[in-house]
């Protein structure tokens, strides 16, 4: 019988997985890898403000998501810097300023490590609250906008032609990544996170042949990384997160030796 921490774990990890599944196609096809990573850099001032202002560390870095998520759109509304340009200077600008903010407190002992890194087995009842909770929004805002997201994202120039709001549907996208990026902060770390958004979805698309399909193969896949690295972590004491993100890159590897070998039999036959 597993203990309560165990199951903990399971629930969080896979609660994570299921929602980044679909959004993690979007970072795919929009090719947004760059954004996710500069959010993450960007988690660690949140975190860094939360202890700073005495806040929950989930509302802090949320709130420094949005904000970092609203300076990029009025930058990039001024067009004068390229957008892969602002996500560096925001995001490089953001973890060092939450390195700095953590310097001042010396009285403070903060676990670095575990929030660059993750720890899943450190899920707590709370951290599940947040996860599910923001899990069942996301994907709420998610079905209810799914049409028009894969509309802006395979031909962004027609849909605004058809009078959709393409800026409007941008900031949303963006800011449901920063809500699993918050869900997913303790799980997987800060530095690892946008790798469980990415993998999974590169994974599933090999196989997929819908939109509908790769979400919901990329869901499976990151919650099969999610049970292969927390058992990996139980087994040889790893790492949680890099764990949960080398099980994640196993999966990947071979859907891409699944795919060479079905297309040689192919060509046999």
């Not at 790893?238 to 764990?243: A, D, E, I, L, N």
Request: aromatic share 8%; hydrophobic share 60%.
């Amino acid at each position: 019988m597993f203990d309560d921490f165990i199951w903990r774990a399971l629930l969080g990890g896979i609660g994570v997985a299921v929602v980044a599944g679909p959004l993690g196609c979007f970072v795919v096809w929009r090719r947004m890898a760059y954004f996710g990573d500069a959010l993450a850099h960007g988690a660690l001032l949140g975190v860094a403000l939360g202890f700073a202002l005495d806040m929950n560390l989930n509302a802090s870095t949320l709130l420094a998501f949005v904000v970092f998520t609203l300076a990029l759109a009025s930058l990039q509304a001024q067009r004068r810097l390229a957008t892969d340009t602002l996500l560096g200077i925001l995001s490089h600008a953001a973890l060092a300023l939450g390195l700095v903010t953590i310097s001042f407190m010396e009285r403070l002992r903060v676990d670095l490590m575990g929030y660059l890194f993750g720890d899943i087995l450190a899920v707590t009842r709370t951290d599940l609250l947040w996860i599910y909770g923001g899990g069942v929004l996301i994907l709420a805002v998610m079905v209810l906008l799914w049409s028009r997201l894969v509309s802006i994202t395979v031909h962004e120039e027609l849909a605004r032609a058809e009078g959709l709001p393409v800026g409007t549907l941008r900031l949303v996208l963006m800011l449901l990544i920063a809500l699993v990026i918050v869900a997913a902060m303790k799980i997987i770390g800060i530095l690892l996170i946008t790798a469980l958004l990415i993998i999974p979805a590169a994974a599933a698309r090999t196989f997929a042949r819908s939109p509908e399909q790769m979400a919901v193969l990329a869901s499976a896949l990151g919650a099969l990384a999610v049970l292969g690295g927390l058992g990996a972590s139980l087994r040889w004491d790893t790492p949680s997160g890099p764990s949960v993100v080398v099980c994640a890159a196993v999966l990947f590897a071979l859907t891409l030796a699944a795919e060479s070998g079905w297309r040689r039999l192919r060509h046999a036959t």
